[in-house]
T-cell receptor, first 111, second 114 residues
């Protein structure tokens, strides 16, 4: 059973376009993290959101945590080839000793 | 550079062989874990440790053993390799569990069992 579902699974866009990636669950999370993974490397933490409704911006990336703390989104403005990678969301539940990872969204930005 | 170091980077095993994947971190993190990553399956937790001397099973522990004798090291042992264990393995560490403690991942070990 996958606690976190990400959509879309694959996304191929032209440089300069905007995009949104979604991370959804029927479970409540105390916090949610987003990672980016490049080929041959481990995931790298981008951001952690902890408050329902919270919005965080990291340059051209905007992260939002749903009011009910069950979902999150990642919006990229004016995508660049350097944004290419696998984007993973991961949720933390109170009392759990590990993160639950989504299946990922593989983004390709074409120059 | 500070971080999580995994060795080896690549490994090919024959069915039935055993081996140990090494993981070391120099950030004095209490929490360490092992994941495997397979296409379409995401990252699945194998084993984890909340401190030296303490380990526990994750989602897919069968066929793997771990130990945590020091804060720095968390090796993963494959007892008798099977083709189903062909995967990319990641070690991760964190200051603690809970809110705001992001994971630092190693660069992975790509294991092929033939």
């Amino acid at each position: 059973t996958q606690l976190l579902e990400q959509s879309p699974q694959f996304l191929s866009i032209q440089e300069g376009e905007n995009l949104t990636v979604y991370c959804n669950s029927s479970s409540v999370f105390s916090s949610l993290q987003w990672y980016r993974q490049e080929p041959g490397e481990g995931p790298v933490l981008l951001v952690t959101v902890v408050t329902g409704g919270e919005v965080k911006k990291l340059k051209r990336l905007t992260f939002q945590f749903g009011d009910a703390r069950k979902d999150s989104s990642l919006h990229i403005t004016a995508a660049q080839p350097g944004d290419t990678g696998l984007y993973l969301c991961a949720g933390d539940q109170t009392g759990a000793n590990n993160l639950f990872f989504g299946t990922g969204t593989r983004l390709t930005v074409i120059p | 550079n500070a971080g999580v170091t995994q060795t080896p980077k690549f490994q090919v095993l024959k069915t039935g062989q055993s081996m140990t994947l090494q993981c070391a971190q120099d950030m004095n993190h209490e929490y360490m874990s092992w994941y495997r990553q397979d296409p379409g399956m995401g990252l699945r937790l194998i084993h984890y440790s909340v401190g030296a001397g303490i380990t526990d099973q994750g989602e897919v522990p069968n066929g793997y053993n771990v130990s945590r004798s020091t804060t720095e090291d968390f090796p993963l042992r494959l007892l008798s390799a099977a083709p189903s264990q062909t995967s990319v393995y990641f070690c991760a560490s964190s200051k603690s569990t809970g809110d705001n403690y992001g994971y630092t991942f190693g660069s992975g070990t790509r294991l092929t069992v033939v």
